[in-house]
């Protein structure tokens, strides 16, 4: 099956295209598409894997699924396309970021900028109906994007994993400790945010001190 994704992912998850699960999903993705307004645009499907190639991976965040919401979502998890509004969780993080690296807020809430210098912006699941949250859970995503974190836990050394939130850190569980740097707290949506479960868990500080003693180039939040 041929799947437009960046060629350093294809050549990692190939094997995943010819599953049973993934022969199943594209039909299903293909027939939302074709009679419902979905989201990411299906250009942008695997925008996370195009914008962050595998061998220039350095850290990854896992979120839900996309926003659902006309023009928001851009295929990277949290991020929205620019002249969007930021989203409640998306403030939070920027909070967090300001609060830790004493930068201020950015003009947009689009984080190309990030995953262009290493950071994977994954989703459980990659697609969405429009207004309805969830509505492509259970279709086989979540095999795919669990297969995505093990091929990263397994052929690649010191990467940075973010996980915000329960489901993220059940995503997570597979990730090998032993060889990478695992982050955890609440998630930076308001009602986890506003227990104080997300603010002051310092993960940009933290992320960037651990890139900076492997060696590896800190990431410009």
Known sequence: MDVNIHPSWKAVLSSEFEKPYFEQLIPFVKEQYAHHTCYPPGKQIFSAFDHCPFDKLEVVIIGQDPYHGPGQANGLCFSVNDGIPMPPSLLNIFREI??????????TGNLERWASQGVLLLNAVLTVRQGEANSHQGKGWEAFTDAVIQKISDEKENVVFLLWGGSAKKKGARVDRSKHLVLESGHPSPLSANKGHW???RHFSRSNAFLAEKGKKQIEW
């Open 199 to 201: 603010f002051g868990n």
């Open 98 to 107: 300001q609060a830790d690296l004493g930068k201020p807020f950015p003009p």
